[in-house]
């Protein structure tokens, strides 16, 4: 690209949509270059490159009026396991609890993935003052098994699927993950920005 030569290989493939062929902003960013970051407060990728940012996210239409949003006055109280994710000048934007951690029977058959335990983590968010709607899934976690293996996600039934909130909503859901030693623990690491690789908060959870 621009007599560039991209390598390296991609964690979701292209796709051909109405004509157009879409790959990962990331992937071709980096590849030329430019550093990636994701701006959860506003729902966007957000491109560094040679002093100059570029931002690509939902149309501004698609963004609630600023008066529509109350601001929150005090930080709401937190409870075990529960972190308040805030912004520059310490705002509460939202919370996040996980709630439990438990081992699950059931296995895909169609999978070639071939966990030694599978678990269902089950967690809550609730958007306190964020402008955007607050959308929290697998891919802003990281787990780790008792020997430090990192785990993946895994194809099993949910029973509760992640939703984009707007201020003052809550949402409770689960994601599944495989990890190659049964344990009794588990580390859960939270990414605030996907694209870095600095957690925000690490939980240490029992599983059950």
């Known amino acids: ?42 729902n966007a990728v957000v491109i560094n ?14 963004i609630p009026a600023a008066s529509t949003t109350p601001a929150a006055s005090t930080a709401p109280a937190l409870s075990n396991d529960e972190i308040a994710i805030k912004d520059q000048s310490g705002k509460v934007l939202y919370t996040l609890k996980i709630n ?39 891919e802003y976690f990281k787990v780790f098994d008792k020997d430090g293996n990192v785990g993946y996600t895994y194809p099993n039934t949910i029973n509760k699927y992640p939703q984009k909130i707007p201020s003052g909503a809550t949402c409770t859901a689960d994601m599944i993950f495989g990890l190659d030693s049964k344990s009794d623990t588990l580390k859960l690491s939270f990414y605030k920005n996907m694209f870095d690789n600095k957690d925000y908060q690490t939980f240490n959870m029992s599983i059950n």
């Open 49 to 62: 490159s040679n002093g100059a940012q570029h931002t690509v996210g939902p149309s501004t239409s698609t």
């Open 100 to 138: 439990k951690v438990t081992t699950m029977s059931e296995r895909n058959q169609y999978s070639d993935k071939k966990p030694a335990q599978v678990v269902n983590i089950n967690y809550s968010y609730k958007n306190i003052s964020n402008s955007e709607d607050v959308y929290i899934f697998d």
């Open 1 to 42: 690209m621009n007599g560039n030569n991209i390598t390296g290989s991609m964690d979701v493939k292209p796709q051909l949509i109405n004509g157009r062929v879409m790959v990962p902003a990331k992937y071709v960013a980096e590849g030329l270059g430019a550093k990636v970051e994701w701006d959860i407060a506003q």
